[in-house]
């Protein structure tokens, strides 16, 4: 018999799952919250308009852990971005696929399959888009923040910073 163990490695080796080129990728946990328990709405001032947000757990916009969820519609990209600490991303349901780069490249892009995730780490530049439509589970550490590698992706119309204007030379007295 164990020869026959030895014979059926090589198989398992080089199945798909195997040889994915994929990025690591982790089981997701069972949902914290049914979805019928989700209190959906427009998604938040720093992403695309389209998104859909229910909080899971904790609160975004305060200091501690916290979960949400969210809907982005077909073909909805979320340009290259950063945020301050780690994100972990767990697909739910649809077609999600990332990269972690400052240029959004759909050739390059990474897909995630229902129940995969990938943790994106803090101040790491990366993107997202989606297909046919997602549902993701987002897990960080609040205050959600998002700050976009180029200034005139960000759908919250904020203005690259000013630089300060020379101020005039003290007269002597």
């Known amino acids: 018999m164990k020869p026959m163990m030895f014979l059926a490695l090589p198989l398992l080796l080089a ?36 998104a859909q947000i229910a909080v899971v757990s904790g609160d975004p916009g305060k200091a501690g852990k916290f979960t949400i969820r969210l809907r982005m519609p077909i073909n909805y990209a979320v340009r290259p971005h950063w945020h301050p600490t780690d994100e972990k991303v767990t697909l739910i349901s649809g077609k999600l696929a990332y990269g972690m780069s400052d240029q959004l490249n759909r050739a390059a892009a990474t897909a995630l399959d229902a129940g995969q995730s990938v943790t994106m780490k803090a101040k790491m530049n990366h993107w997202v888009f989606t297909g046919d439509g997602a549902e993701i589970e987002v897990s960080a550490m609040g205050p959600f923040k998002i700050t976009y590698v180029n200034p005139a992706d960000d759908p919250r119309g904020v203005p690259a910073p000013k630089k300060p204007e020379a101020k005039p030379a003290a007269k002597p007295k």
Do not use: I, R, T, Y
């Open 15 to 50: 199945s798909p799952a195997a040889v994915s080129k994929s990025a690591p990728k982790h089981a997701a946990p069972k949902p914290a919250a049914a979805p019928a328990e989700l209190k959906w709405m427009d998604g938040p001032p720093g992403l695309p308009a389209g």
